[in-house]
Nanobody
Framework: QVQLVEIGGGSVQTGGSLRLSCTAS????????MGWFRQAPGKEREGVAV???????SYLDSLKDRFIIALDKAENILYLQMNNLIPEDTATYYC????????????????????????WGQGTPVTVSS
């Protein structure tokens, strides 16, 4: 099994920044992909960004100029740097992982569903106030 624990959520004002971290443990091995999804109240879970085993990335187009996904493979920690936050970014952010099954460049984040990744964290809430 694989365990994922997210930290770093919180409340910020418009224009602020947050960095989320997700530590992975368990039987993930050396060839894996990870990603961030988010779910706002009353909305479906949507893909934010993914990073594959080659550390290539794919982003939701509307976020790629403000969010950065990064992976520290030595420590099995996934990051999401979120800059210039706006109220529409308010959501619970989920970290997810899976053994390597796809390439990030083949993933259209606008169409990504939670089925893209097998293992999930419990989520960390982010609130952006105006």
């Amino acid at each position: 099994q694989v365990q994922l624990v997210e930290i770093g959520g919180g409340s910020v004002q418009t224009g602020g920044s947050l960095r989320l971290s997700c530590t992975a443990s368990g039987n993930l091995g050396d060839h894996y992909s990870m990603g961030w999804f988010r779910q706002a109240p009353g909305k479906e879970r949507e893909g934010v960004a993914v990073i594959d085993n080659d550390e290539l990335t794919s982003y939701l187009d509307s976020l790629k100029d403000r969010f950065i996904i990064a992976l520290d493979k030595a420590e099995n920690i996934l990051y999401l740097q979120m800059n210039n936050l706006i109220p529409e970014d308010t959501a619970t952010y989920y970290c997810a992982a899976d053994w390597s099954r796809w390439k990030a460049l083949d993933v259209d984040m606008a169409r990504a569903t939670p089925a893209l990744l097998r293992f999930w964290g419990q989520g960390t809430p982010v609130t952006v106030s105006s």
